[in-house]
Nanobody, 114 residues
């Protein structure tokens, strides 16, 4: 499965962005899709996850501000980010799992700065 992430950019604090991750195959066959982020010198951290059963999980730092959703018809998973803060600045990665195999997309840079 190939994952193509897009939507990153420069935004002011308090602004919004929507990231998209398009999969090369039907996401209906994937058990789990998620967004992670990473900043220099830090481990990659889970931001939001959506499993095939509809349950979602969010990092405490983004709860109430970020929302993950999927459009099975477009093989796309989205991350809607609102009320962005400078500490949200990171490279964001799309991740998917089918059974025991994990797939990663390339990152998309989000910079929150005035």
């Amino acid at each position: 499965v190939q994952l193509q992430a897009s939507g990153g950019g420069l935004v002011e604090p308090g602004g919004s962005l929507r990231l998209s991750c398009v999969a090369s195959e039907s996401i209906g066959t994937l058990n789990f899709m998620a967004w992670y982020r990473q900043t220099p010198g830090k481990q990659r951290e889970l931001v939001a996850a959506d499993n095939s059963g509809g349950a979602t999980t969010y990092a405490d730092s983004v709860k109430g501000r970020f929302s993950i959703s999927r459009d099975n018809a477009k093989n796309t998973v989205y991350l809607e980010m609102n009320a962005l803060k400078p500490e949200d600045t990171a490279v964001y990665y799309c991740n998917a799992r089918r059974d025991t195999v994990y797939y990663w997309g390339q990152g998309t840079l989000v910079t929150v700065s005035s």
